[in-house]
């Protein structure tokens, strides 16, 4: 019986791989983003993005208006997909009925939630 059961938490993380790899890649930019722009704060990189420009805003949104905007967004992004991943992985474990449903169902309100974020921000 516990060879089954090993087998079949390999087949649900085997099955789940995509979406934890999208919501990974989430995580790793908007940390990238948020500790480049907001913790590290070089003035280099922080020029290179030219925030408060009138193409910058138009083009991208309200979040290019100032380096502090952007780094609370890409933090926001990023937590938004971390509670995700984690949520998913904690029910693909613990369901014992439907759990590649629920999890990708996790995955895809986190990732409705970072479109949201994305678009009226």
Known sequence: MAMKTNKNIYLRIFAYLPGCLVLA????????EFWLIGVKADHA?????????????????NKYE???IYSLHCLITSLAALLGAVSSLFVLFKSQSTPLLKA???TITALLVIASVEYFW
């Open 66 to 68: 100032s380096a502090t």
């Open 104 to 106: 990708y169902s996790i």
């Open 25 to 32: 890649l989430f995580v790793i930019v908007g940390m990238s």
């Open 45 to 61: 990189t922080i020029n290179s993005y030219k925030f408060g420009a009138e193409a910058m805003v138009s083009e991208g949104g």
